[in-house]
């Protein structure tokens, strides 16, 4: 069965590590990171970049449901399987099944690839610093984030924590945050890499829609 990957780069660092481990050849490509910001446009990519994959068998949506954005996706001739999950986070935290995900409801979640993100996002505090100094860099990422002062760096064991200490903190501290590393062992990842298709994903056949009830629900 020839397959794809259509990834989240928010995932790549921990993807590539679970392929290197199983030894897998799957062609994998990333979208582009923006389109995270809206649900709409990621749907639309996601479904031309779909429509032109006319000769594979399986394409691994590896996304998860991110706010509706892979809602309503359908090939016309290869399968598509998506994690149950509702965004990346509960993939990068993932174990052995969804059933046992831990995760805090009431914070905002850095691995090395979100990091990235933030760190590279115009409307970071570095790069607001830059441009407008660090009082106005300070009070605009604390309107930004409205109250938000609970941050979770997710160790998932590729020694990424000294790299998001040293890109998140200034954050941390601007916001009088605090910070708690908890584990992610990206289970959905290395069970893509493995190939081990279970409960933990949806498996939609060719000409049918990906729909939204199925996965996780938040309540």
């Known amino acids: 069965m020839s397959s794809i990957i259509l990834g989240c780069p928010t995932i790549q660092y921990e ?8 030894h897998c050849d799957i062609p994998v490509y990333f979208i582009p990171q923006q389109l995270h910001n809206s649900p709409p446009a990621l749907q639309k990519y996601l479904q031309r970049a779909i429509d032109s994959l006319w000769n594979v068998d399986r394409i691994y949506i590896c996304v998860s449901a991110c706010g509706g954005g892979t809602a309503g996706l359908t090939s016309p001739t290869a399968e598509l399987v998506l994690p149950r999950t509702r965004d990346c986070v509960d993939i990068l935290l993932s174990g052995d099944s969804l059933e046992s995900l831990d995760r805090p409801m009431d914070g905002c979640f850095f691995t090395r690839g979100w990091a990235d993100f933030n760190r590279n996002s115009e409307q970071s505090i570095q790069k607001l610093t830059e441009k407008k100094g660090y009082e106005y860099a300070k009070s605009y990422v604390q309107q930004l984030y409205d109250g938000f002062n609970k941050f979770y760096y997710v160790d998932t064991g590729l020694n990424h924590l000294p790299d998001i200490h040293d890109m998140m903190d200034p954050l941390v501290e601007a916001l009088d945050g605090t910070i708690t590393t908890i584990p992610g062992h990206y289970g959905i990842l290395k069970k893509i890499a ?3 298709i279970d409960e933990d994903f949806m498996v939609v056949a060719p000409n049918q829609t990906v729909e939204l009830s199925a996965f996780m629900q938040w309540f």
């Open 194 to 196: 493995n190939g081990t």
């Open 15 to 22: 993807l590539k590590q679970a392929m290197t481990d199983a």
